[in-house]
């Protein structure tokens, strides 16, 4: 299926942001996607996220979450991803603080699309390796290029 | 000999179903109630939540039923009937129907027994 690695850009990954709480790494990684894709409307993304937070945790354990929402603010599927260290809490059901965090953005209309790329980055996330190996990347060029050579 | 199964969308339908059934020759059935994947995701999954809308019109809970065809002409008479009761399979929502090839068999009551 492929997909998450043309759909993160390397510009699109943070890497251990100072001074973070959950809202802000929402909005930095909204704005990464805003000044990266032809996201039309940031500041009503950041609010949809936000919005979806309140449905349900969307942590996945294991010190991972990905937020997201389906917008017309988006022309296409996009994600940006940071690395917080240290980690940050939002919410997570298991009550761990999250280190990883991939906000998917995606039209009203693609939710077959953006349904399967929440799968398959739950799949991903749920490997030791793969998030030892991002936990280690010394670059977002590095972290982008390991989240590739798992996109099947 | 067959092992029918029959995903059941709309439950309402299944005492017609199961008459269809009895008169189309089979003589026994098991009936599960399921669930769809849609339901369990966007219900009980909370990365999913959001998802509630994109699952609109399907059927949350459907009735698997299964049961073993010595006699495969009655997949077809069966098939007939249920077209008439249910509507065409082919429509979403309505259910799904397959058979797999059954090679043996144990505990099955004689037909003359059963019904």
Redesign the interface.
Known sequence: MGGLCTRLLPECVLLDPLQQDKERVIRQLVDRLASSHSITDPDTLFEQVME?EK????C?GFGCA?P???TDSAGTTVIAAARLNPPVSMDA?DGEPVSLVFLMAGPEKS??LH?RL?SKL?RLLHSDSLRAQLCEASTAEDFHQIICSRDD | MKLLVFILNNEEYLEEVLEAYVEAGVTGATILDSEGMGRF?AYEV??????KD?MKGNRPYNKTILSVIRKEEIIETLKTLLDDKVGDLSGPGTGIMFTLPVDWVSGLVPEDEEV
Not at chain 1, 55 to 58: D, E, H
Request: proline share 8%.
């Open positions: 979806r449905l349900g945790s969307t996945l990905v997201h929402a389906r059901p939710a077959a349904l929440l739950a | 995701l909370p990365l999913f939540a959001d998802f994109f």
